[in-house]
């Protein structure tokens, strides 16, 4: 079973910042939070992963709160092609036996 | 571009009927999964090997799925008398977590 939470869906409007939320409340200390995304009809890709620290890279910021419960994804500037849906997961690193859960659905309108 | 191929992309079958998929790691990777999706779902994990050895199975891993990895590097997943039920997109992935485009499959 997932060991996270997220909403459902969520609209963005083109240009502006997308901050996707995550719960993951009974996170072990040795767990990670990644975030992957899918685009239709397409395989999963990688975005970002963090443990306790901030992270950030070409394609995104994550955010971490200090109890390591929640996170929040932030797509800095959504453009059309960030449509997809969003999976927070947390585990061991690099055990890649991952549990998904229904994502977020996010749609970037122009 | 992902690190992974998968072939066939698609595969329409009757009822009955075997198919076979394969998955081809570009690179050297000890750890190969197999993820099942089904519409509106997250993947979910069917099985996974350390080079040639299958060392879990999950109990969506029926008796009539098999997986092979025999030379530990490209990998099939054989489904025998296909059922409706089995219809999905089927996806591999790298102990890198990079994962392939998948390859979906209609069952009729």
Redesign the interface.
Known sequence: DAKTTQPTSMDCAEGRAANLPCNHSTISGNEYVYWYRQIHSQGPQYIIHGLKNNETNEMASLIITEDRKSSTLILPHATLRDTAVYYCIVRVYNDYKLSFGAGTTVTVRA | D?G?SQNPRHKITKRGQNVTFRCDPISEHN?L?W?RQTL??????LT?FQNEAQL?KSRLLSDRFSAERPKGSFSTLEIQRTEQGDSAMY?C??????????T?LLVL
Do not use: C, I
Not at chain 2, 40 to 45: M, N, R, S
Not at chain 2, 93 to 102: E, L, Q, S
């Open positions: 992902t992974v750890r999964y993820y509106g779902q997250g993947p979910e994990f996974y879990e996806l992935a790298t102990g890198d977590g990079d994962f392939g485009p998948g979906r």
